[in-house]
């Protein structure tokens, strides 16, 4: 969870220059954001386990509200709150990073629709990956670098030499998803042609 998820968000934070002192807003939007966004990600290891847990007895928020009632209350309270959240820290940090955020939202929703990676909000099952992972952990940090790339030489070495393998794994991930999401839409157009 560590390599995951709380140094690249670390990093994310430190990339952006910010100051504690001065810019007090942007933290306390970081903090709420990745709270909620941890949240999320615990209610999806909850739904994951929660057959295991149910059977042995370990009361979790699944266990106590119901499965469904759950991923509900992620889906339509929670993640839409993180969103906002993380929107609104990305527009006072540097408007110009809402860009790659909006680029991986239209990514994974292509992907998403085509079948070609399922992503989930919450739910687990199958192959999905949580919604707005890579863009979280491996787009953010990478493009605020971008941003300010003099000033953060040395971040983004930390970062690249110690997150390189799970890096190039998702890279080479999201490259599939679109290759196999503009095969799948080719197919589609081709057999629409067809129909004419």
């Known amino acids: 969870a560590s390599g995951s998820h709380v140094i690249p968000c670390l990093m994310a934070v430190l990339l952006s220059g ?13 903090i709420v954001w990745s709270f909620l966004w941890g949240v999320r990600g615990i209610a999806w290891h909850q739904l994951y386990d929660f057959e295991h847990d149910r059977k042995s007895l370990i009361k979790t928020m699944p266990g106590v509200i119901g499965y469904d009632r759950t991923a509900q209350l992620v889906k339509k309270l929670l993640f839409p709150a993180e969103t906002a959240i993380f929107t609104l820290l990305l527009t006072v940090l540097q408007p110009l990073l809402l860009a790659p955020l909006l680029v991986c939202m239209a990514i994974e929703l292509t992907g998403d629709l085509n079948g070609a990676v399922p992503r989930s909000i919450v739910r687990p099952g199958g192959k999905n990956w949580l919604f707005l992972t890579d863009c979280y952990t491996l787009v953010m940090p990478l493009s605020t670098f971008l941003v300010k790339p003099a000033s953060n030489l040395i971040m983004a070495g930390i970062l690249i030499v110690f997150f390189y393998s799970g890096y190039s794994e998702r890279i080479f991930a999201d490259y599939r998803a679109l290759y196999r999401s503009w095969k799948n839409l080719k197919n589609k157009m081709r057999k629409l042609n067809q129909k004419k």
């Open 18 to 30: 910010c100051d504690i002192q001065e810019h007090l807003l942007p933290v306390i939007l970081t």
